[in-house]
Structures are given as C-alpha cells and as structure tokens.
C-alpha cells in the first residue's frame, strides 16, 4: 500500500514539471494562505487602471519615469524594513536616521570639503554603527526593538538639527556627480535592453541549477520549458518597459540602482545560510536557537542592515533634492518606508516576505501619490487612501496567516 501511494505522489510531482505543474503549485500554495505577490499585483493593477480612467496622464511615459525615480529612496529603506520584519522586529527610526545620513552628507561634502565618496562612506558607516547599537540593546539588554527604535527616531532628529546647525539646510551643487546621478543620469537605451536580456538569462540559469540541485535530492523541480517560459515572459516584459520609458528620458541609473539592492538582498535572503537563518529566526525563534543558529548575530546583523539601508535612502534623497534641510527624513518617509514592506507582502509576524516586496510596496504607494496628485487632491486624501491600502494588506496578511495555521493542523 505504501508503494502504491509512493508511486502516485512521484506521478504527481513528475506531472507538476510541466506548464500546468506550475500553475496548479501556485493555486495550491495560494489555497494553503500563501498568497505571495498575488494580492500586491492585483492592487496595482486596479489602481493603474482607476488613475489612467480618471487622468490619461497617469500611465504616461514621463510619468512613469518619474514615478521610478521617486520611488528610489524610500524603496531601499523599506529594503532594510523588509529584513527587519522577517525576523519579527521593527525599525522606527529608518526616516530619523535617513534624514541624519543626508545632513552628515552635506556637511562634509559642502561645508567641509571632502570629496563626495568619503562623505558618503562616513553616512553609511554612521548608519551601520546605529544598527549595531541597536542589535547590542536588543540582545544584551532585552530592550524591545520598538522601544530601542522609538527612542532613536526622537535622538537622530535631534541630532540632526544639531547637525545641520543655524543653517537649517544645505544646498548640494548641482554639478556634483551625486546629483546628477538621482536628476539627471539616464542609462543608454543599448545598455537597458543588455540588462533586460541579462536578467532573462540569470532567471534561467539560476533556476535551472536550483531545478537540478531539486532532482539530485530526489525532490520535484520545474522543467526546463517552465524556466524557458519564464524566462521569456521576464525578457518581454523588461524589453516592453523599456522600450515604454524610452518614449521620454529612459531608465534613471538611480531606480538601476535600487533594483540592483533588490536582486542582491532578494539573493542573500533566497540562497544563502544566512538568509535561511533569518527567515528560521522569524518563523520559530527558540527552534532556530535549538538548530544551533547564533540568533543574537541574526539580530544584530538585520538592524546594521536596516539602518544602514536608511543611510542610503536618505543620501538618494537629498541627492534628489540636492539638498538636506530640517525637514530630511521627516513626513511620511517613515511611515511610507514600512507602509512598502507591509503592502508588499512582508509578514509583521516575522518569517514571510521576500526582497521583491519592498519594490512592489513603494511602487504602490507612489502611484498612489502620483494618481492623487494628478487629480489635483489634497494630500490628506492621499494619507487617508494609503492608510486604507496598508490596513487591507495587513488583513490579507492575517487571515492568510491563519489558513497555513488551519491547513497545518489538517
């Protein structure tokens, strides 16, 4: 009888490898509460829609470049947000310590005179050690990270203003090559398309061998059509983008940029021992400890890199701005940065959500601000709509969680 049943499950899985496998995988893991990005696309999808019916403007090439580039800065905060809360902790000081990053900059690049890479690397390291002093309150002290964080955002303001003196605000020079690359610098269209034709390829070939390693261990994997299909419908879809955004300015190297972090944290997160470690320390701290897995380093390791990801989002901004003033950092920048995570489908349980969410996330929100803004509406609806979407996503984020909990104990 266990043969018999054996047999059926590897027929089963043989016949997943196919087209059709990977569709009924998608429908079953969508049944069992694990929706993925199924709730993010969808969401955008009806707001592209409803903002191009009530302003054509809306899905026009120069304003989708726009949109991008806007989305630049929160989107590596909310990068670093995403990897906090797939341990299930929080940073709520990631717009205190952008805003600070960004004034640390302008000091020592304008008022200072150091060339611009020595004053970026100085806001980077500030922002690392920031995270480190978090992850050492956290471990040593048992301090809760909301606390640890809530405290920072009030400090790092604080010392921000101080930073920043009687001034108030510091202009960065347009010519600098740090503004230019956020306003003005625009990949080459030849080079857009190699980018798109070399993430075709790195998708194929990444899973292709992640398919192989699979049937080694004697588990299913997708077929090579699957991956040749794949990979083609991410080919066209780039190539069509970038074909779209060319009708004006292009791709900004800035938004390049952002999607290179993205596919860097989405790899550490997906293939390494370390993003294995973070997803275990989020999904069942203690069974991760009794694993043998040196969770007070996990810990550690995702506020330095949360923070430090807040220095980088804060040092895109004020070169978007070119400038840092009083008000860096401040606004909505914090609740926007978690607002990405969230709506991008990061659990606030900890132990779910990928890398791709924070793109998706800010992508979000910025069409919402960009939509609303075309309509000539006031910002507080755009707070009021954006707080709707967020609620909707942690509701998502609920009950799907409770249907893995109800299908685990079937």
């Known amino acids: ?37 199924i709730p993010v696309v969808v969401g955008l999808v009806v707001i592209w829609s409803v903002f191009q019916i009530l302003n054509p403007i809306f899905l026009s090439s120069a304003n989708l470049v726009n949109l991008t ?12 947000i995403v990897c906090v809360l797939l341990v299930g902790q929080i ?13 640390v900059l302008a000091v020592l690049f304008v008022s200072e005179g150091l060339p611009v ?62 503004v230019n690359f956020a306003q003005l610098d625009f990949v080459p269209a030849w080079l857009s398309y190699t980018f ?29 059509s699957t991956l040749v299909v794949r990979s083609v419908a991410l080919l066209a879809v780039l190539a069509f983008v970038v074909w779209y955004l060319g009708q004006t300015r292009g791709v900004g190297w800035m938004f390049v940029f952002f999607v290179a972090l993205v596919l860097i944290m989405h ?21 991760a400890r009794r694993a043998g897995i040196n969770v007070r ?27 840092a003033n009083q008000s860096s950092g401040s606004g909505d920048v914090n609740l926007n940065a978690i607002a990405a995570a969230v709506i ?9 959500g990928t890398a791709f969410g924070a793109l998706l996330g800010i992508i979000v929100i910025q069409s919402i601000s960009s939509g609303l803004t075309l309509l000539n509406l006031d910002s507080s609806i755009r707070f009021v709509v954006t707080g709707a979407v967020l609620l909707l996503a942690v509701i998502v984020d609920s009950v799907s969680r409770r249907s893995r909990t109800s299908s685990g104990r079937a």
């Open 1 to 37: 009888m266990s043969t018999l049943t054996s047999d059926r499950q590897d027929e089963r899985l043989q016949n997943r490898e196919g087209l059709r496998g990977a569709l009924a995988d998608v429908v079953d893991r969508a049944r069992g509460g694990d929706l993925g990005v």
């Open 69 to 80: 580039l806007e989305s630049a800065a929160v989107g590596v905060i909310a990068l670093g």
């Open 91 to 103: 940073d709520l000081s990631v717009g205190s310590v952008s805003g600070l990053s960004g004034a």
């Open 117 to 178: 890479w020595l004053a970026v690397g100085a806001a980077v390291i500030m922002g690392a050690v920031i995270g480190w002093l978090y992850g050492q309150l956290f471990n040593r002290f048992g301090v809760p990270s909301f606390v640890i964080t809530l405290a920072g955002l009030l400090a790092f303001l604080g010392l921000q203003l101080y930073v920043l003196g009687t001034k108030g605000s510091i202009n960065l020079p347009f010519d600098s090559g740090l």
């Open 196 to 224: 798109a034709v070399v993430a075709a390829v790195w998708l194929f070939v990444s899973g292709y061998l992640y398919a192989q390693e699979r049937r080694k261990a004697g588990l299913s994997a997708r077929s090579v």
């Open 267 to 287: 790899y550490l997160l997906s293939r390494t021992k370390w993003g294995r470690a973070v997803y275990a320390v989020g999904g069942n701290v203690e069974a």
């Open 297 to 323: 380093a996990i810990y550690t390791s995702v506020f330095v890199l949360c923070s430090s990801l807040a220095a980088v989002g804060g040092i895109l901004a004020a070169a978007r701005l070119a400038a």
């Open 344 to 352: 991008g489908g990061t659990s606030l349980f900890g132990g779910r």
